[in-house]
Structure formats: C-alpha cells, structure tokens
C-alpha cells in the first residue's frame, strides 16, 4: 500500500485520541488531512474504522482490533529503527518542540538553529516521547533534565489589517470588543496559547466580554488564519502569532497585553552526548525569545 507508513501513524493518533481535530494538532496537518486519509484507509482496507453518531467518534470492532495491531506494529518499527540508526544518532542533534511552537515559532528561525549545530545535523520531532531528545522546547518539565523557565511571554490581540478602515493603523479596545471574538475551543489549547476574553477585563478591573460574535476553533493554526483572513479579532500568545505579524499579515494591539501566559521550558537531557552544544542553543534560543517580546513591546 503507497504510504503505508503514513496513513498508519495518522490512524495511531485518531484512534488514540479519538478526534481528527486533535490528532491534527499532534502530526502538525489539517483536520481536513486526517479525514481524508482514514476515508481513504478504509476504502483500501475494505471496512470502516470509525462511527461518528453526531460529535461522537468511536472505532468499529474491526476498527479497534485494527488500532491495536498498529500500535504494536509502529511502536516494534520505531524500536527497530532507534537500533538501526543508534550510530547514525550519533552525529544527530534531536530536539523535540511543542508541535505549534515548532510550526508557529522555531521552523522561521530553524536556519539559523542548524547553523549553530554544524557539523552535526539537527532533527526535529514534534511527536512521540520527549525524554528521548537531546534538547526540549515545550510547557512541561521532562524528568531527569536541566530546565530553564521563560516568563516574559504575554497573549496579545491581533487581527488583519484588511478590517482597519481608513487612516488607521490600530484598532481601540472599543473596536476590539465590537469585532467578531476568535477563540480557541478547547480549554487546554486556550490555557498554553491564548487567553480568555473575560482575563483581559479582569486586569482592567472590569467585566469584558465580546460584544461581537463568537467564532470557535480546535486549532490554533485555524484560528491564526481566521484572523488572517480578517473574519475577527483573536487573543493569542505572541510568540505564536509573531511569524504572522513579522510577515504583516497581523497587527498586534498595543494594549490589552496579558502577562500570565504558561512559562516557556527549554530542557537539557542530563545524558546527551552534546552537552556544551545544548547548554548554547538554550542560552540562544532563550534569547531570541526574549528579542521576540522586546521588539513586541517597541511596536
């Protein structure tokens, strides 16, 4: 079957997670992506994998006796395949990155990264176990490694030009109440990379809520384009949003700034090869988070 391999780790999640939007987020492609390729999965396998009763999603028998045999299957192959290329890893740097960070933040920058690496080669996960990887760029503490925080992360407004009328350049808080509110519609999505409308009030002292519309999405990638596409105004991490607004497709809003986004971690593997390399690229890339949100606060 051509591209066995992919289409089995893109059923491994949505059968783990068991919803296409968050195994998306996990393998870092469309919702859209995912559907099609478990419709095209099961047509080539000739049963169906999933029932979906409204916003329900469950696995048929044959679905799960399925999504067992591919668990066992691509865990033995990523096993073998650790032994195969041991030596090769060698002369590897692994970083694991969050899988939005990576997408949003790290790949703009990732020239740069590998050019302080030479002679070894960088690879970059966004998926399977962090307590693999040389270095880590995420939310969360992995055992055993050295960690340094970053703080100095805030979520900010941003929205299109395109919805600015003419002669201005930014949009008044009363503006940004009046315009459609994209959110993110997951709890755990909002919590690492964007804030609450309502948390944005509560620093003001009072209680502000959209007057607009409200437009939810179960991805931050989608709810980056819907403000690109000038369908509202979203409240999203800056580090997140800066490729957008570097590139001029966002404006970020000079006011309504929420300092309290979760702490960036950059964690060391205490037994890599390459500690002094590690020990750099942390100091490094630490510092071209703290020039993102400097340059952020003179705009």
């Known amino acids: 079957m051509k591209d066995v391999i992919g289409y089995l780790r893109c059923f491994e999640a949505a059968s783990r997670l068991m919803n296409f ?10 919702q859209s992506a995912v559907s099609h390729q478990m419709k095209e999965l099961s047509r080539r396998l000739g049963f169906a994998l999933f ?17 067992r045999l591919t668990s066992r299957l691509l865990q033995d192959l990523d096993i073998g395949l650790e032994g195969l290329r041991s030596d090769i890893l060698k002369g590897a740097l692994l970083i694991h990155c969050d899988p939005v960070l990576a997408n949003k933040w790290l790949l703009p920058r990732l020239d740069r990264l590998e050019g302080r690496c030479l002679p070894l080669r960088v690879e970059l996960r966004s998926s399977g176990e962090p307590k ?18 970053f703080d100095a992360d805030y979520c900010t407004f941003v929205y299109s030009p395109e919805i600015l009328t003419s002669g201005e350049n930014k949009l008044s808080p009363a503006q940004i109440i ?3 509110a994209i959110q993110l519609g997951k709890p755990n999505l909002e919590e690492l990379y964007g804030a609450k409308w309502s948390s944005w009030g509560a620093t003001q002292g ?6 607009g519309d409200i437009e939810a999405h179960g991805s931050v990638e989608l709810a980056l384009q819907a403000a690109v596409h000038g369908r509202g105004v979203a409240l999203l991490r800056r580090t997140i949003a800066d490729d957008d607004i570097r590139a001029g497709r966002l404006i970020a809003a000079s006011h309504g700034r929420l300092p309290d986004a979760p702490p960036l971690i950059v964690s060391i593997n205490t037994q890599t090869l390459h500690h002094d390399l590690c020990r750099d690229l942390e100091n490094w890339l630490l510092a071209e988070l703290t020039s993102t949100v400097a340059e952020a606060r003179c705009e």
């Not at 939007?21 to 469309?30: K, M, N, Q, R, S």
């Not at 693999?132 to 925080?149: K, L, P, R, T």
Request: hydrophobic share 35%; proline share 0%.
């Open 51 to 67: 029932n979906r009763t409204g916003n329900t999603l469950e696995l048929t028998a044959k679905g799960q006796e399925f999504a």
């Open 178 to 180: 009046s315009e459609t």
């Open 21 to 30: 939007t968050y195994a998306a987020d996990e393998l870092c492609v469309t």
């Open 206 to 211: 009072k209680d502000i809520r959209s007057a």
């Open 132 to 149: 693999d990887a040389d270095i880590v760029i995420g939310f969360e503490a992995v055992d055993g490694f050295e960690e340094s925080h």
